[in-house]
């Protein structure tokens, strides 16, 4: 199980890092320039919606100090909109402007083209679900803290998306 585990933990960085390179293939087939791989993702998961920066990092999208430079970075170059909280200052809220809505859609174009093309093999399709089935597995073991096991994440936790 040692070498399982570990092989699995370096099987997820090298897919991290391969989902980045197919995200910046995309930006620049697109020849956008002004982004890089990590902030066209901040805006395919945000989407259309308003969110705080704190939003951001409380739904697992990114961490720490990279999202605020991140951000910064992606206002600066007009794909985000930025308001403070009226209530608390402090708050700032995000949402895509017209500029950061199109890389948006085009990544969701991008993972939709590759969604089909995977979905037309059926054990890809079973590969797939299993994958994602052990993989929210492992984070709810992750987010336990790893050493209280899986007897500590409630049943209902282990096979649903956060």
Not at 32 to 45: E, K, M, S, T, W
Not at 59 to 65: K, L, N, W
Not at 84 to 102: N, Y
Not at 110 to 125: K, P, Y
């Amino acid at each position: 199980m040692h070498k399982t585990y570990i092989e699995t933990i370096s099987l997820i960085e090298r897919l991290h890092r391969l989902a980045l390179e197919v995200v910046k293939a995309e930006l620049e087939r697109s020849g956008v320039r002004d982004l890089n791989n990590v902030q066209a993702l901040i805006l395919f998961n945000l989407g259309d919606a308003e969110l705080s920066v704190g939003e951001l990092m409380q739904r697992g999208y990114y961490q720490g100090s990279n999202v605020s430079y991140n951000v910064r970075k992606l206002v600066e170059n007009g794909y985000l909109a930025q308001r403070r909280c009226p209530h608390d200052r402090r708050s700032i809220f995000v949402r895509a402007t017209d500029k950061g809505l199109e890389v948006s859609n085009r990544l969701s174009a991008l993972f939709e083209q590759q969604a089909e093309l995977l979905g037309r093999d059926s054990r890809a399709v079973d590969a797939l679900e299993n994958a994602k089935d052990g993989l929210f597995r492992l984070q709810r073991f992750w987010a336990s803290d790893g050493t209280q096991g899986l007897m500590a994440v409630p049943k209902q936790q282990v096979f649903t998306a956060a």
